[in-house]
């Protein structure tokens, strides 16, 4: 099954993609506020083996790297 996410009257919601409804209306599985909280749980649907950990850690690592650059300018021009 494929699991997608559109926005509708202010709420990302989740649908089922259309090769896999038998019923003329769409099936919705659940709606969220944020784009990224549905997206996330569509790709949990899509992928039964997603692993949000891993994409977390992802994130910080790119964020104290970011951090990390910053520090070293910061010091690099107080040096000069």
């Known amino acids: 099954m494929k699991w997608y996410v559109k926005k ?3 709420k990302w919601r989740i649908y089922l ?11 919705s599985y ?3 506020l944020s784009k990224k909280v549905a997206t996330t749980f569509a790709n949990r649907l899509n992928n039964p083996l997603h692993d949000d950990f891993k994409i977390e850690k992802k994130e910080e690592n790119k964020n104290e790297n970011k951090k990390d650059n910053s520090r070293k300018y910061a010091q690099n021009k107080k040096q000069s």
């Open 8 to 10: 509708v009257k202010g």
């Open 17 to 27: 993609d259309e090769k896999f409804v038998k019923e003329k209306e769409p099936v």
């Open 30 to 32: 659940g709606s969220a």
